[in-house]
């Protein structure tokens, strides 16, 4: 490059450094006018269940639904990215952080409605009575509420960890049940555009996935202002507390007896059609494998463990080795249930 296209590039980048400054500077005018806290460098290892991950540039706790969409307007129209964190248990934040803005979503309210919003007249009809529920609130105290109030339909939910929002999210589900199954409709957000409530057929649930779920990998490029999911509306009716509490007691049992309790994310792979990801990753001679401070878990070869002081680096080390030797063995690709989050660049 010449020096003077060397200097016409520095001048550039300098502009862009002054116009992200005083972004960053009318965002955190505008959010303490809002009444939302806004901390710098935020290590977000405290807020995610593998307890691992590095900073957020910016890092805003809200407990109003009403606050989270404003906030997320607010950055999307400065230009700043942002990045909504439910449970954090579902998702691989990588050493180096997260630009931009990570909103922790603390809403918490919840409500059962008569009525409440009806699909259109071709969808399958829903049932009188939903259950409202702010999109912070965690779905395993949800279930576990209603349950003790006697209201079937969110029973296989007890043991999931997470907020309403990430489940809606990634179609979270567990013993047989599943959030397809479960939600009448969501009520979204797309800053710049408004909101609308979606049914669960509008959001295109399979396996693990909705037609919401953000897909970035490290070094992809994540949308800049992802929709995010506000509140949700399930279908519930009327249920036998005894039947439905041992039906959830044999599920917390079931868990504790299968999976590891050192903090990780979940599963890590998908199952393939037919088969599971632990069964072939065990096959493979990988289960109890250590790299750093993350290890395969002895107990359960789809779970990856932070054993203390692991890096998100080790975690995606063990994940490559997995895949490759399963893809060597077996010829089949494990496909990623955790999300990858944050910045690659280190
Ligand atoms: C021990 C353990 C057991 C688990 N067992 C199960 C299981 O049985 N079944 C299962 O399905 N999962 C399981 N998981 C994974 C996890 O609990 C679920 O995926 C959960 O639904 C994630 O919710 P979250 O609030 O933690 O999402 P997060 O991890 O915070 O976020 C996940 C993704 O959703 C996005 N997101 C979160 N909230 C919103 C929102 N309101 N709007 C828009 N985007 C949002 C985030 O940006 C991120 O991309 C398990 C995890 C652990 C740690």
């Known amino acids: 490059m010449s020096a003077v296209g ?62 989270l969409a404003q906030l997320a307007e607010l950055a999307s129209v400065l230009g700043i990215p942002y990045t909504v964190l439910g449970g954090g248990s579902n998702v691989l934040i990588s050493d180096a952080g997260v630009r931009g803005l990570v909103i922790a979503n603390q809403t918490r309210d919840w409500r059962l409605e008569v009525g409440g919003w009806r699909p259109t007249a071709s969808e399958s009809p829903i049932s009188n009575l939903q259950l409202l529920v702010d999109s912070g609130v965690m779905l395993a105290g949800l279930a576990r509420w209603a ?62 996935n909705s037609a919401l779920r953000n897909k970035p990998g490290f070094s992809e490029t994540l949308s800049s202002c992802p929709p995010i999911v506000l509140s949700a509306a399930f279908n519930v009716a009327r249920g036998d507390v005894a039947e439905m509490t041992a039906r959830a007691d044999g599920f917390l049992a079931h868990r504790r007896a299968s999976q590891p309790v050192e903090p990780s994310a979940g599963s890590v792979f998908r199952n393939p059609p037919g088969d599971h990801a632990g069964r072939l990753i065990e096959a493979v001679g990988l289960k109890g494998h250590r790299l750093g401070g993350a290890q395969i878990s002895p107990r359960h070869a789809n779970f990856i463990v932070n054993t203390g002081d692991a890096r998100s680096a080790d975690v995606l080390e063990l994940i490559h080795l997995a895949q490759s030797r399963v893809h060597e063995q077996f010829g089949i690709e494990l496909a990623l249930e955790i999300l990858l989050l944050g910045d690659s660049s280190s």
């Open 6 to 67: 060397a200097e016409e590039q520095g001048s550039k980048g300098a502009e862009e450094q002054r116009s992200a400054l005083a972004a960053k500077d009318e965002f955190l005018t505008a959010t303490a006018k809002l009444g939302v806290a806004v901390t710098a460098n935020e290590p977000l290892a405290r807020h995610t269940t593998f307890r691992i991950g590095g900073p957020a540039d910016l890092y805003a706790a809200v407990n109003h639904v009403g606050k």
């Open 147 to 208: 349950i003790r109030e006697g209201w079937t339909g969110l029973e296989w939910a007890v043991s999931v960890p997470g907020t309403v929002g990430g489940a809606v999210i990634g179609n979270a589900g567990a013993h047989g049940g599943c959030i397809a199954d479960s939600l009448a409709c969501a009520l979204v957000t797309y800053p710049g555009q408004g909101r609308r409530w979606l049914s669960a057929t509008e959001l295109g649930y399979s396996y693990r």
